[in-house]
């Protein structure tokens, strides 16, 4: 499976956006999105499917609603958080 191009992208633009809103997300390159240096959101794609890598987790943008794939981000995020501020 490889990384999706920024044409692949183009069919989840509205996501993208969505993501781009979320306060602290870097975003180091078109779809890939880091906080506090952990890579927290990546796109890849195959056979015209969009996939997304949340954390260690991927899901199918497809089977997946927007909303249900930002919170899955807010929550990894949130995770983030809580192991940097319980070391």
Same mark, same amino acid.
């Given at each position: 499976?490889? $990384?999706? /191009? =920024?044409?692949? &992208?183009? /069919?989840?633009?509205? @996501? ?8 602290? &997300? ?6 890939? +999105?880091?906080?506090?240096?952990? #890579?927290?959101?990546? +796109? $890849? ?14 899901? !199918?943008?497809?089977? +997946?609603? !927007?909303?249900?794939? &930002?919170?899955?981000? @807010? &929550?990894? =995020?949130?995770? =983030?958080? #809580? ?5």
């Amino acid at each position: 499976m490889q $990384h999706a /191009t =920024v044409e692949d &992208l183009e /069919t989840v633009d509205q @996501l993208i956006i969505a993501i781009r809103a979320i306060n602290g &997300l870097k975003e180091r390159q078109v779809g890939h +999105f880091y906080y506090r240096g952990k #890579n927290v959101i990546h +796109f $890849h794609e195959d056979k015209g499917v969009i996939y997304a890598d949340i954390g260690n987790e991927g899901v !199918s943008v497809t089977d +997946f609603s !927007s909303s249900k794939i &930002l919170r899955k981000v @807010l &929550l990894y =995020v949130e995770e =983030v958080d #809580n192991n940097i501020h319980n070391k």
